[in-house]
């Protein structure tokens, strides 16, 4: 059975430091993965995924993460964070050939001016 | 287009009661979901349905019908609401088989007394 497990429930880092949001998972078969914002009071939308290809991602607002397939883990990065970012971030999983998605525990970041 | 639209954005219900979650989508998207989110338990698929006609149960079914009768619309009915339902719930969207790249609806935060 697939899982996803993000190890850090709130991450609180200053404006235009870096930051990492980890994310592991657990699954016998090939997999998708994803990460979903989640800005206060509305849904999520999509931030990167990974198919297949290319083990580095980039996505929508300067985020990428990377595929790491020995390590079972796709980690969320940003080389400079702003206010603006401050929001629940989600790992989400899916077996290839699957109909859904299995969603991790969220991440909350705060970004401090 | 609107996107994803749900109605109600809140409810209070009492124990017993009955009610349905509407849920819509302009964008002639075949797969539609609905799934719930809870305080440190990220997002837990409830129903999903691949197309008019057709559902499927999720990981959290029990308690909760749903049908498909046009491509549009994805209601979610509660037939007897539990203080367990409280949550906040999000209908979304994607096209075909592309099911993972979902579009969100703002969600509907119901509370059952």
């Known amino acids: 059975a697939q899982s996803v497990t993000q190890l850090d429930s709130q991450v609180p880092v200053f404006e235009e430091a870096p930051v990492e949001l980890r994310c592991n998972y657990s699954?016998?078969?090939?997999?998708?993965l994803f990460w979903y914002v989640q800005y206060p009071n509305q849904g999520l939308q999509l931030l990167l995924k990974?198919?297949?290809?290319?083990?580095l991602v980039k996505g929508i607002n300067g985020f990428e993460a990377e595929f790491n397939k020995s390590q079972t883990s796709f980690h969320l990065r940003k080389p400079s964070v702003h206010i603006s970012d401050t929001a629940e971030y989600f790992c989400?999983?899916?077996?290839?050939?699957?109909?859904?998605?299995?969603f991790g525990t969220g991440t909350r970041l705060t970004v401090i001016p | 287009n609107a996107g994803v639209t749900q109605t109600p954005k809140f409810q209070v219900l009492k124990t017993g009661q009955s009610m349905t979650l509407q849920c819509a989508q302009d964008?002639?998207?075949?797969?539609m979901s609905w799934y719930r989110q809870d305080p440190g338990m990220g997002l837990r698929l409830i129903h999903y349905?691949?197309?008019?006609?057709?559902?499927d149960q999720g990981e959290v079914p029990n308690g909760y019908n749903v049908s498909r009768s046009t491509t549009e619309d994805f209601p979610l009915r509660l037939l007897s609401a539990a203080p367990s339902q409280t949550s906040v719930y999000f209908c979304?969207?994607?096209?075909?088989?592309?099911?993972?790249?979902?579009?969100f609806g703002p969600g509907t935060r119901l509370t059952v007394t």
């Open positions: 979304a969207s994607s096209y075909g088989r592309n099911f993972y790249e979902q579009y």
């Open positions: 699954s016998s078969v090939s997999v998708y």
């Open positions: 990974y198919l297949s290809g290319s083990t």
């Open positions: 989400a999983v899916s077996e290839t050939g699957a109909n859904n998605l299995f």
């Open positions: 964008m002639n998207h075949e797969y």
């Open positions: 349905s691949v197309g008019a006609g057709i559902t």
